[in-house]
């Protein structure tokens, strides 16, 4: 009996430490009523008793599915929808620094989740996923400019740690829309934009791990660390 319960444990222990993209990345929810439906009418309804949050995660989820189905009339429809969702999501956060963190993390989740589709789509329907990657890059530089303005420094683990998450989990093949994706959304905010590009892994633990943010791309001095944005991915 002893040895059975130590093979569970270690079979667990295995699914941990090997399933990381597994866990983690929330998932996303059924997109319930898709746009290819004629009865796509009550989803939208329903969505007016939904949460932001909830709602703009079951927009990504929707494009996902519209693209897998290959139905460019009905993605169409879900980016549309989405970016709705994203403008509401950034609407109610306002300028309230932790519902703008929160707005910013789900913006890369819904980040990783497209950029892992986009390879199991057909290619007339990646322009959407890229399109709707783009979205969700605009909406996390916009929560962490909001975030600057008060806090550059929280503002800046932000910006890291959202990287990283990316960095570490999005796998190999399916990065370069995603870098596109960010390298687009940081030509596009211009020089009011927070920062260049930075490589977060070439930093050793504990020389910087929280990086500040210098307003409208202004150097920071040397005594302080580099400026950080979302425009480039560390290689895997």
Known sequence: MKSIIQIMVVLVASVVVFSPL???????????????????????????????????????????AMAEENNSEALARAEEQYSR?????????????????????????????????????????REGIQRAMENSAHARERAIEVINRTDPERAGEVAEDTLEELAANVPEQAREGLERALENVRQQRGPDRIGPPVNVTDREPGDGASEEIGENGQELPENETEEINGGELPPV
């Open 22 to 64: 597994a866990s983690a990345q929330p998932e996303l929810p059924d997109p319930g009523i898709t746009p290819d439906s004629p009865f796509y009418f009550v989803e939208t309804f329903m969505d007016r008793f939904r949460g932001p949050e909830e709602v703009a995660d079951r927009k990504a989820a929707e494009i996902i």
């Open 85 to 125: 969702a994203m403008e509401r999501l950034e609407q109610r956060a306002g300028d309230n620094p932790n519902m703008n963190e929160e707005s910013a993390r789900q913006a890369s989740n819904h980040m990783f989740h497209l950029a892992n589709a986009s390879e199991g789509v057909p290619e007339q329907a």
